[in-house]
């Protein structure tokens, strides 16, 4: 039996108890309920696409050159860059929301919501707010297959979120550009697929 219909079951069973209090659930409990099933119903389909991302890209992995111990950055760099090439080429139609899908958005942003306060997210925001000069930063537009935009630094990501959100594989991480949640695609240096306005301003 899966991790789902176990799950279902379990509501079953409490819906048809004999008590008065199975018999006539508050509403805030039906939407737990709903709420639980609909984010494991999305996490299984985003670990789907996360797994079927990771096996293209390691197919795709055995056709360049294996990256050698070096300290040539040039060398390191070409590598990278077949790689994302090949990617890019055999996910041409991939489009952001494909594997970050509606239902999946609603999960990260209530996760996003509670794994900090207001207040630490303000904090984490003002230092991404202007750079090394004290200008203002702005983020560029991002698109799924593009590079890591150029000037966009790796910035710190909280590991209150991280531990929030479904474990990546380890070609993939978790990454903030301005607003917008990124899973980007390190080996390759492209970013997989994004969550606009994922982070709300905080005043």
């Given at each position: ?44 389909n985003f670990e789907r696409s996360v797994s079927e991302y990771v096996v293209l890209h390691r197919f795709l ?143």
């Open positions: 039996m899966s991790t789902l219909q176990t799950v279902v079951c379990a509501v079953l069973v409490l819906s048809g108890s004999g008590s008065v209090a199975a018999q006539t659930p508050l509403v805030p409990e039906q939407s737990t309920t709903g709420q639980v099933l609909e984010e494991l119903v999305a996490t299984q992995e055995t056709m360049v050159p294996p990256l050698r111990v070096t300290t040539d950055v040039g060398e390191i760099q070409g590598a990278v860059r077949a790689l994302g090439m090949r990617i890019q080429s055999a996910r041409a139609t991939a489009r952001q929301g494909d594997v970050i899908t509606p239902e999946m958005t609603r999960m990260f942003r209530r996760r996003i919501e509670t794994c900090l306060t207001p207040e630490e997210w303000k904090a984490v925001f003002a230092d991404r707010a202007r750079d090394e000069e004290d200008r203002p930063l702005k983020p560029p537009p991002l698109y799924v297959n593009m590079e890591w935009p150029a000037g966009v630094p790796f910035d710190y990501v909280p590991p209150q979120l991280l531990q929030s959100l479904p474990t990546l594989p380890k070609e993939l991480q978790y990454r903030i550009i301005g607003r917008s949640l990124v899973l980007w695609d390190h080996h390759a240096n492209l970013i997989v697929d994004f969550l606009p306005g994922a982070f709300v301003p905080t005043t």
